[in-house]
């Protein structure tokens, strides 16, 4: 009843100001963009492990994620995003947090198509976009890749988590191969020290580690005083959850990838919660008309996911 009686004029003027009020915070929103940043590789690697856990899994090392969530304060976690993570008991915190901690499941079958498709990875370019705990881009340099470069949203996960994973995976002392544990099962037990690491190893030397939103690190890439040519393949997992997400991630794709390159993404087919999925990115992609997909494989069980390939149209 108010309503009906309410003062037209002013009711115009209160959908002015929350008209002014929504744009002003859409254009915060997009000038909140994390700037990007190059993380060095310390010369000393045992500090790179010092007082980290690692478990294992499918013969990979990783740093155990509940021991990062105990430990991880103060310096370690400038952005704040694990106390954020925990307080929240949240896997996702737009603009905060976009989930590096974790290992997503599509990473998995991401690595298992590397094995089953034959994909080489030799003599390449490789970039781990949205790396997290960045095993994709471990395997890329375990098939001998000539360069891999990992990428992630949150600073705190290139270096807490990433690149000791890297040094753990890489490092002379019994470096690990892909090809066993295909059960997903971890293959020895965890393990409760952490891994002495002995010189650096030239794996290392073919690694440069970056965070910060996707715009931004492509333009430090091409900027960059340190030559970086573009990428024969780009890997990604679980990268496509949020559709707001979908124009920076294709131009990075667009800017980054060789002529003749590939890229191959694995995701959900439906993120319940916020409203990304495969099939959505599929169509986004169809309408900027630059990529064509393929979608080489699927899965079933549980939660449907889907590994597409994506490359220039009209490419050898």
């Known amino acids: 009843k108010s309503r009906e009686i309410a003062d037209p004029a002013a009711d115009s003027s209160l959908k002015l ?3 002014k009020h929504g744009d002003e915070a859409a254009s915060k929103k997009k000038l909140c963009v994390k700037a990007a940043k190059e993380h060095s590789i310390p ?6 492990l010092e007082n ?4 294992t899994v499918l013969d990979f090392s990783y740093v155990k994620l509940s021991e990062v969530e105990m430990t991880c304060s103060g310096d370690a976690d400038r952005e704040g995003i694990v106390s954020k993570s925990v307080s929240s008991h949240s896997d996702l915190i737009p603009g905060v947090y976009e989930g590096g901690l974790k290992i997503w499941e599509c990473t998995f079958d991401l690595v298992d198509y590397f094995s089953e498709a034959e994909i080489k990875f030799t003599n390449k370019t490789v970039l781990d976009l949205g790396c997290g705990a960045g095993l994709l881009g471990i395997v890329a340099l375990q098939g001998e890749a000539a360069q891999v470069h990992f990428q992630d949203y949150n600073s705190t996960v290139i270096d807490e988590i990433t690149l000791p994973n890297v040094v753990a995976n890489c490092i002379s002392e019994g470096r690990r191969m892909m090809g066993s544990g295909k059960d997903g099962k971890a293959s020895k037990p965890p393990s409760k020290r952490p891994r002495k690491a002995e010189g650096s190893p030239d794996v290392l030397n073919r ?3 970056f965070s910060g939103e996707w715009s931004q690190v492509s333009q430090l890439l091409l900027n960059s005083n340190k030559p970086c040519s573009k990428y024969d393949i780009i890997l990604t997992s679980e990268t496509i959850y949020n559709p707001d997400y ?3 991630l294709h131009d990075t794709l667009a800017q980054l990838l060789d002529r003749n ?20 990115f599929e169509k986004f992609i169809e309408e900027k008309n630059v990529f064509r997909t393929t979608m080489v494989k699927t899965f079933d069980q549980g939660l449907q996911r889907c590994i597409m390939e994506i490359a220039f149209k009209n490419c050898c």
């Open 207 to 209: 690694c440069r580690f």
């Open 17 to 19: 100001a929350a008209a």
């Open 246 to 248: 979908y124009s920076a």
């Open 43 to 48: 010369e000393d690697l045992n500090k790179v």
């Open 52 to 55: 980290k856990v690692m478990e």
């Open 261 to 280: 390159g590939h890229v191959y993404l694995a995701s959900k087919v439906h993120y319940f919660g916020v409203g990304g999925g495969i099939y959505l």
